[in-house]
């Protein structure tokens, strides 16, 4: 068992921890320690382009890489079961084979090129693993009915709330092999270097035990899990990085009911006393979010630009979806096909490659790595304003956010904010031992360097 250690320091306080073991999961396992400064985007071939083709998006790939993006994921890229599917097309997370490519999307060589392509230009590449249910013609309901779980009339069992898919049976070993085989199949035929794993936690934990290190057989591997290790926390055994679903859904609460702060930041405490053992991803919005619960701009109104900054800049992983450079302003339709409106400018490109450099470059911002150090900054505002800075050695990122629908003046009252930083975004400097007053609108947000 790790033995934490918790500082005490000044203001709102230490909110990161350190161990006195290895972690018994090395997360700098992969060249160049990738894993601790990438960044995720979320791509969805069906509506990237009015094509929706693999092709389609290889040509996007220059502009993501200009934009800062290190990996990307692609959502599920199997064929699309067509029995009970759902609207027109179906849903991408109901798939007919495990080993087959999408011919929506294109051919199996089509994803070969812009895999290759994407390694050529810097990217790695994740893709969406749907490990818990197929959908109802499925190959394997005809060659291996036993692998699924069965209603007491012998019919196939569905999934929980979803009709359109039916879960597997994960006593069954054979069933077991067969998945992993079909992981590796990826990981030979075209090199991917990882998995999101949806719904993870509806997986019993001891498959993905069981399957990470005989995948890994073949080359080492990034493993994001669509769970919440706060609620699950026996995946962070397995997975590299996990959702923060409570802390999305909480702050999307804490905007539209006018909830404090302190609720919050009480929970950044508890992510953080998880450690870095595992990481965890942060984000405004995602491909369900966007269809299922709206925008992010729905979602966080004026401060949706801080808590973009916020997901950028806290410990773990940020985690971008299609479209969030434009910015994309509607509900992407989920079973039909529904293009983004692209246009020639992309409004939030620059912000976000900022962001997705800084993240990228500078060691106080490393996820996952308890070299890094974040502190919660006191302010006379803390009902409003949140603030922190994280260290590793001489390198500090300095974030003050505006988390309120109002102007607020407020100094930052805290000995943890010293010296003098730049300004990432205006390029201006600033010395904390001359000042700490601030005057900010709402939305306003600043990220600072040193």
Not at 34 to 53: A, D, F, L, S
Not at 159 to 180: T, V
Not at 194 to 217: I, N, T
Request: charged share 25%; with cysteine; aromatic share 14%.
């Amino acid at each position: 068992m790790k033995k934490l250690i918790l500082i005490a320091v000044m203001g709102m306080g230490l909110v990161s921890c350190a161990t006195t073991q290895k972690a018994t999961k090395d997360m700098t396992d992969l060249p160049k320690n990738w894993k601790h400064t990438t960044n995720i985007y979320e791509v969805n071939v069906r509506q990237y382009t009015k094509e929706g083709t693999f092709k389609a998006f290889e040509k996007e790939m220059p502009r993501l890489k200009s934009m800062g993006v290190k990996t990307l994921w692609f959502m599920p890229i199997t064929p699309i079961a067509q029995l009970n599917k759902k609207g027109s097309l179906g849903s991408q997370y109901a798939a007919s084979d495990y080993t087959s490519i999408n011919p929506e999307f294109g051919t199996l060589d089509d994803f070969k090129h812009m895999v290759n392509e994407a390694h050529r230009l810097g990217f790695k590449v994740i893709i969406d693993w749907v490990a818990n249910h197929t959908g109802w013609d499925h190959v394997w309901t005809k060659t291996h009915p036993e692998f699924y779980l069965k209603d007491p009339d012998g019919s196939f069992h569905r999934a929980s709330g979803m009709d359109d898919i039916i879960e597997l049976d994960y006593k069954n070993q054979e069933m077991r092999l067969a998945m992993i085989d079909a992981m590796k199949y990826w990981v030979k035929e075209t090199g991917i270097d990882g998995f999101r794993c949806d719904l993870a936690s509806w997986v019993e934990v001891d498959f993905w035990e069981q399957a990470r290190p005989e995948v890994e057989k073949l080359k080492p591997l990034f493993w994001l899990g669509e769970y919440d290790e706060l609620e699950n926390p026996d995946y962070g055994k397995v997975f590299d990085a996990s959702y923060s679903w409570k802390w999305m859904h909480k702050s999307a609460d804490y905007y539209k009911n006018n909830e404090p702060l302190y609720e919050l930041t009480d929970l950044l405490k508890k992510y953080s006393a998880i450690g870095d053992n595992s990481m965890r991803a942060w984000f405004t919005t995602n491909h369900d979010e966007n269809s299922w619960n709206g925008t992010e701009y729905e979602k966080y109104g004026v401060i949706t630009k801080p808590m973009a900054v916020f997901s950028a800049t806290w410990n773990g992983v940020p985690l971008l979806y299609s479209g969030q450079e434009l910015p994309n302003m509607k509900r992407l339709e989920f079973f039909e096909k529904d293009p983004i409106q692209w246009t020639n400018t992309y409004q939030m490109a620059d912000f976000y490659k900022t962001l997705l450099d800084l993240k990228s470059s500078n060691p106080a911002l490393r996820g996952g790595d308890p070299n890094v150090t974040t502190y919660l900054l006191n302010t006379t505002a803390n009902d409003k304003i949140l603030a922190y800075v994280r260290k590793n050695g001489n390198s500090e990122v300095l974030v003050v956010l505006n988390m309120s629908k109002e102007p607020v003046n407020f100094t930052i009252d805290d000995s943890q904010a010293a010296g003098s930083f730049k300004n990432v975004f205006d390029r201006t400097k600033r010395n904390f031992d001359e000042g700490k007053d601030f005057s900010f609108k709402p939305g306003d947000y600043a990220v600072f360097e040193k």
